[in-house]
């Protein structure tokens, strides 16, 4: 059973900066396209970033120099770093592969950044 764990997120103030990590199991994710997602309150989950199984970063035109992907094959993990936070980045942030499978969501990990 494919299974992702998201964690490291948190309460943080404008500006600050957040690594988020992704776990899989259940499946060798080393050869796939993989993305991370967020859903903010009262919207639609949105892709924010995306690696491909070289580890080439790529992210959304409008978060590109503060959310950088990266990914760890050997452990099947992935990571977000998002700089310079602000309050618009608050939501749940989820990985998946890319494009994402409905079967995969975990439970995400909540970011808020306030003051």
């Known amino acids: 059973q494919v299974q992702f764990v998201e964690s490291g997120g948190g309460l943080v103030q404008p500006g600050g900066s957040l690594r988020l990590s992704c776990a899989a199991s259940g499946r060798d994710f080393s050869g796939f396209v993989m993305g991370w997602y967020r859903q903010a309150p009262g919207k639609q989950r949105e892709g924010v970033a995306r690696i491909g199984p070289n580890g080439r970063p790529d992210s959304v035109d409008s978060m590109k120099g503060r959310f950088t992907s990266s990914r760890d094959n050997a452990k099947n993990s992935l990571y977000l770093q998002i700089d310079n936070l602000k309050p618009e980045d608050t939501g749940i942030y989820y990985c998946?592969?890319?494009?994402?499978?409905?079967?995969?969501w975990g439970q995400g990990t909540q970011v808020t950044v306030s003051s």
């Open positions: 998946n592969a890319y494009p994402p499978s409905d079967t995969y």
